[in-house]
């Protein structure tokens, strides 16, 4: 019986560059939490923080590419001191979303943001990350007390004009979806937050996932056959890249993987990218799960 040599990976073609994201914080975190996919903690210093003058060429290349949206993620981005300054300066050109733990959003630092939010001609979004509606089911993953101190972040925010998106990763079972998402709608307007906006995303089944629970399986790949009538669109990596410290990305759930790695160059980035990975799989199925859109989710965003 002779082995049967695995069909190559599809090449995805890319289109209009529309997102940039940046990882701002990169994989330094005040947590560390049990699920994360790129394993983020106090001590994993393997992508570094990024100034302000290190993304500049990256913002000018951006305008002339005619970049619509910037995202900042991490690690987290607000252990970077001047991540205001970011925020203002991109400001200048597009819509900017921040993703965090929402911890260290103090009463000085959601000021500032409102400031910098007020004086700016885009919008600014601000995406919370909780795992649970509950401290009992989200601490255990994030860690003791990160419920409490993420919702008094979230309070800060929404005191000042703020509509955080929450955004959950399912670590609980389907079939409790609608359960748990009424759960997070109760305990935000329990807090005055009165028009909630919630994003459930799907396991990422790498990194500390991985190792917590289990890895992608053999069958988890994307296949030419799959993308037969499928809206490349739909993709992450079709609009959008990562950059990092060590350059550009072909997307931020990749931002770990040496096959990310695109070069240095953002414009010479826009190539087609073999779908290998098997998180590639994760987004076929739910679309592009890292936007703010509901169509990122197979179960919606609820409002």
Same mark, same amino acid.
């Given at each position: ?41 106090? !001590? @994993?210093?393997? &992508?570094?923080?990024?100034?302000? #003058? ?7 290349? +951006? $305008? %002339? ?34 993703? !965090? @733990?929402?911890? &260290?959003?103090?009463?000085?630092? #959601? ?7 007020? +004086? $700016? %001609? ?182």
């Amino acid at each position: 019986m002779t082995d049967v040599a695995p069909m190559p990976a599809p090449l995805l073609a890319p289109g209009d560059l529309d997102v940039l994201w940046f990882q701002v914080g990169g994989t330094l975190c005040n947590l560390k939490c049990e699920h994360c996919f790129i394993s983020c903690s106090p !001590t @994993n210093d393997h &992508l570094g923080r990024m100034s302000l #003058a290190e993304m500049e060429p990256y913002l000018q290349q +951006a $305008a %002339r590419l005619g970049v619509r949206e910037y995202y900042l993620t991490g690690g987290e981005p607000f252990i970077v001191k001047e991540l205001e300054d970011i925020i203002a300066r991109i400001l200048e050109q597009g819509p900017v979303s921040v993703l !965090t @733990n929402g911890i &260290l959003i103090t009463e000085e630092r #959601a000021q500032r943001l409102a400031a910098v939010r007020d +004086a $700016a %001609r885009y919008s600014l979004e601000l995406r919370v990350s909780l795992d649970g509606c509950t401290a009992e089911e989200n601490d255990p993953i994030r860690g003791r007390g990160t419920f409490e101190k993420a919702l008094r972040g979230v309070e800060r925010l929404v005191e000042r004009g703020f509509l955080p998106i929450i955004t959950a990763a399912q670590m609980w079972e389907p079939e409790r979806d609608q359960e748990v998402l009424a759960g997070f709608v109760a305990e935000l307007k329990r807090r005055n937050y009165d028009r909630p906006r919630i994003k459930i995303l799907p396991r990422l089944k790498i990194g500390a996932e991985a190792e917590r629970n289990e890895g992608y399986s053999d069958a988890e790949r994307i296949t030419q056959d799959m993308l037969d009538h499928y809206d490349p669109a739909l993709l992450q990596c079709h609009s959008s890249r990562m950059i990092s410290d060590r350059g550009v990305h072909i997307c931020p759930i990749l931002v770990d993987d040496p096959r990310s790695e695109m070069g240095d160059d953002l414009e010479a980035s826009l190539r087609p990218f073999p779908l290998e990975p098997n998180a590639c799989y994760t987004c076929w199925l739910y679309g592009n799960i890292c936007s703010n859109t509901s169509s990122a989710v197979g179960f919606g965003e609820a409002t």
